[in-house]
């Protein structure tokens, strides 16, 4: 019996019958060939989550970011007229990295009139425009005017900066968000400026990590020892379930009740939460801002007076968490081989006005590290034991609902790309995506 | 040696090396420490953490005095050290293995 209602088909997962409810296959996450589909038919194609407008506060401020899976690195900066624009990162001399520091892999950021290329001396106004060229008249018949940065589609939602690699897209940001999007505008994501993040490099496919954060189905065991013992047998013995979950397009959110912040019997939570009122859910007096209450519509759909949290999962590599006590996060995952990638957690809260504030919300950033690194390492031994093909065909429940969808989609995609192309590469192309398990 | 703490805390001088301004300080150092040594200075700590905030949210964040502001990461470390002493009866995170999580922004103060 379950605590929370589901739709009337009996399950989550029902409620959308092109989901299935069979075994699926991991193979989307263990093929090398795959990945090398994945990086032109999703990472090449659709709106990628790069940063926040807090990152170019001025005229001139620029921040680049690495796209491995996507061959590129992208600068975006904010041109004279205060506009946010994106170039692919590259002289267009001979293609040296234009933007970087000390390390050319490393990413950088900061604020200047305009790029020099540290090669051959070749600059570029913040707008992109070839402005100088060492020994100009040595080049045949050169016009700058031809030079400028190659451009990268950029647009910006609630804050928000994304890009699109693909020149040709036509699908417009907001477009491509959909409803859940729609449902967060109003949060007041730019007031939520005090800024932790962190960063890994771990040993997993990219699809692996966005499945352990997009169901809460492991949390009452993996991270059992994060609670007083009495509370973690409570936990284990309910389980999981979410309060709703939903699909829209290529993208996914479930919502979840959260009893810890503040919690009904203080003796379940530990010490040093209880003095400092704060844990795993933030701090548990909500900071005084505006645009908190009452919440954007989207946001705890189901209207569940228990309501602790949304998670978002925005195809392909973006997860937003609001919750409930007035703070959100994000996680990216930058996928740099079929069996790696660099996942990024970071936190947003309302500037802290007191060291008790900033104590409290330490505490939650501290309990979000912890956690992760129980993440990262079970990830490793997800991956390599998958990469053993000892079993190859995996059940997923109904708390899952999310994961089933999110490898479905990629699927989707890359289905999509192999329809297109030259047929011999596209017929090459079906036999990696049919060793998949995903023709049809 | 001048105290390193506000006078009303000098009970946590013999800890004040705990005083680090960085997370990545912070968590390194309780890597390096045995169990007994996380162990005192929780004891020593926790009880005085209420005082401690009491103290320091009378003052301005973004104008800490410097004893003021050492005592504020001494708490900052108390936080990190409680997970070793509160949950995981080790320093380290259980099966985190070779797993990293490395802070790359965090707030000044």
């Not at chain 1, 060492?134 to 080049?139: A, K, L, N, P, T």
């Not at chain 1, 998670?311 to 590599?317: D, H, I």
């Not at chain 1, 947003?348 to 104590?359: G, V």
Request: aromatic share 14%.
């Amino acid at each position: 019996m379950p605590h929370f209602e589901k739709p009337d088909e009996g399950s989550w997962t029902e409620h959308y019958p092109k989901l299935g409810t069979g075994l699926i296959s991991y193979e989307d996450s263990i093929s090398p060939e795959y990945y090398e589909l994945e990086r032109t038919a999703i990472f090449g194609r659709t709106w990628l989550n790069v940063g926040r407008v807090e990152q170019v506060p001025r005229n001139g401020s620029y921040f680049t970011k690495e796209i491995d899976v996507a061959r590129t690195s992208v600068v975006v900066v904010r041109t004279t007229d205060g506009e946010i624009r994106g170039f692919h990162n590259m002289c267009r001399h001979r293609g040296n990295k234009l933007v970087w520091q000390d390390y050319p892999r490393e990413e950088t950021s900061g604020t200047c009139r305009q790029f020099t290329c540290k090669y051959h001396g070749w600059r570029y106004a913040v707008d992109g425009g070839c402005t100088f060229v060492q020994q100009e008249s040595e080049f045949f018949d050169l016009d700058k005017a031809d030079y400028g940065l190659m451009p990268v589609q950029v647009d910006v939602w609630e804050g928000f900066i994304f890009v699109n690699l693909d020149p040709s897209n036509t699908v417009p940001l907001r477009g491509y968000l959909g409803k859940f999007a729609a449902g967060m505008e109003g949060y007041p994501f730019g007031e939520m400026t005090e800024v932790y993040k962190y960063r890994a490099d771990v040993g997993s496919n990219w699809k692996l990590y966005i499945d352990a954060f997009a169901e809460f189905y492991h949390a009452p065991v993996l991270h059992a020892k994060q609670y007083v013992s009495d509370e973690s047998r409570k936990l284990m013995g309910y389980g999981f379930e979410g309060l709703h979950y939903e699909l829209d397009g290529p993208h996914g959110m479930q919502s979840s009740w959260g009893g810890m912040a503040p919690p009904r019997d203080l003796s379940l939570v530990k010490p040093i939460e209880r003095i400092l009122r704060s844990g795993n859910f933030g701090p548990w007096d909500r900071p005084e801002i505006s645009d908190l209450d009452p919440l954007p519509p989207g946001i705890n759909p189901s209207r569940h007076r228990t309501w602790g949290l949304d998670s978002y999962v925005f195809f392909p590599n973006f997860m937003m968490v609001v919750w409930a006590p007035g703070w959100y996060l994000t996680y990216h995952y930058w996928p740099t081989a079929y069996n790696r990638h660099i996942f990024e957690g970071t936190l947003y809260f309302a500037p802290a006005k007191t060291a008790r504030d900033r104590m409290r919300q330490e505490l939650t950033a501290v309990t979000f590290k912890e956690f992760g690194l129980q993440d990262c390492n079970t990830l490793e031994a997800t991956q390599t034991m998958l990469e053993s093909r000892a079993v190859t065909q995996f059940p997923l429940n109904d708390q899952e609902i999310l994961l089933r969808h999110l490898h479905k989609t990629a699927g989707e995609y890359v289905r999509a790309y192999n329809a297109q192309g030259d047929p011999p590469n596209a017929a090459r192309r079906l036999r990696v995506a049919d060793a998949a398990g995903l023709s049809g | 040696m001048t105290n390193q703490l506000p006078p009303q805390f000098t009970d946590l001088e013999p800890f004040a090396d705990w005083a680090l301004a960085t997370e990545r300080e912070r968590y390194a150092k309780r890597l390096l420490s045995t169990m007994d040594e996380l162990q005192a200075f929780y004891d020593a700590a926790l009880p005085r953490l209420e005082e401690a905030a009491t103290y320091l949210e009378q003052l301005p964040l973004d104008a800490l005095p410097d004893d003021a502001r050492r005592l504020l990461q001494l708490c900052y470390s108390l936080i990190n050290v409680s997970f070793p002493i509160e949950a995981w009866r080790q320093p380290r995170v259980p099966d985190s293995g070779a797993s990293t999580l490395d802070v790359v922004i965090e707030p000044a103060i």
